[in-house]
């Protein structure tokens, strides 16, 4: 019996590492494109209107603490799972962090209003264009990025990712706290 469990165990610890790989790979292959983080790259700056009419100028050189730029298409059902997870953390630590979000790929301005409705979201919305999407070289939805209080790229992202990924990503949470 012993040696049966032994390679029952054996065989699960391959298929969580096969698995790891493969989420790995996958999560490099999405990534691969995107603006490097390791390298004292200024993020893009940008003027964006927002949903209520106001321009909106993002300096990379100007921030004093993280900011979160999210980049979400009214269409995509992954970005209606994951922008709740933005406004849970931008409410419950206000003041620690800037947030951007930023739709890019809309038919309309309908289309996005659409979108904020359903998630009831009370943040400011800014409707991005080809340019935004070109200087920050996004290919798919969601996709984000962390810039540190120096405009520095810090952090990429594409696809879900849970809320707790992205307090670790801000460092509104340290890896050791999570678990």
Same mark, same amino acid.
Request: glycine share 6%.
């Given at each position: 019996? =012993? =040696?049966?469990? +032994?390679?029952?165990?054996?065989?699960?610890?391959?298929?969580?590492?096969? %698995?790891?790989?493969?989420?790995?790979?996958?999560?490099?292959?999405?990534?691969?494109?995107?603006?490097?983080?390791?390298?004292?790259?200024?993020?893009?700056?940008?003027?964006?209107?927002?949903?209520?009419?106001?321009?909106?100028?993002?300096?990379?050189?100007?921030?004093? +603490?993280?900011?979160?730029?999210? %980049?979400?298409?009214?269409?995509?059902?992954?970005?209606?799972?994951?922008?709740?997870?933005?406004?849970?953390?931008?409410?419950?630590?206000?003041?620690?962090?800037?947030?951007?979000?930023?739709?890019?790929?809309?038919k309309n301005k309908q289309e996005v209003e659409a979108f904020l409705a359903e998630h009831s979201l009370n943040m400011p919305i800014l409707l991005g264009t080809e340019q935004t999407q070109l200087d920050y070289?996004?290919?798919?939805?969601?996709?984000?990025?962390?810039?540190?209080?120096?405009?520095?790229?810090?952090?990429?992202?594409?696809?879900?990712?849970?809320?707790?990924?992205?307090?670790?990503?801000?460092?509104?949470?340290?890896?050791?706290?999570?678990?």
């Amino acid at each position: 019996m =012993k =040696k049966q469990t +032994k390679k029952k165990v054996i065989s699960w610890i391959g298929q969580i590492l096969l %698995f790891i790989g493969i989420f790995s790979a996958i999560s490099w292959w999405q990534k691969k494109d995107m603006l490097p983080t390791s390298s004292q790259e200024l993020a893009p700056a940008f003027n964006l209107v927002s949903m209520n009419g106001e321009v909106f100028n993002f300096d990379p050189t100007q921030q004093s +603490k993280n900011t979160l730029i999210y %980049f979400f298409a009214p269409w995509c059902s992954v970005c209606h799972v994951s922008i709740d997870n933005i406004e849970a953390i931008r409410q419950s630590a206000p003041n620690q962090n800037n947030f951007i979000v930023i739709a890019l790929d809309w038919k309309n301005k309908q289309e996005v209003e659409a979108f904020l409705a359903e998630h009831s979201l009370n943040m400011p919305i800014l409707l991005g264009t080809e340019q935004t999407q070109l200087d920050y070289k996004i290919k798919g939805f969601p996709s984000y990025y962390v810039i540190d209080k120096n405009g520095l790229l810090r952090s990429k992202d594409f696809g879900y990712t849970t809320e707790l990924g992205m307090r670790v990503r801000l460092g509104l949470t340290t890896v050791e706290e999570a678990g």
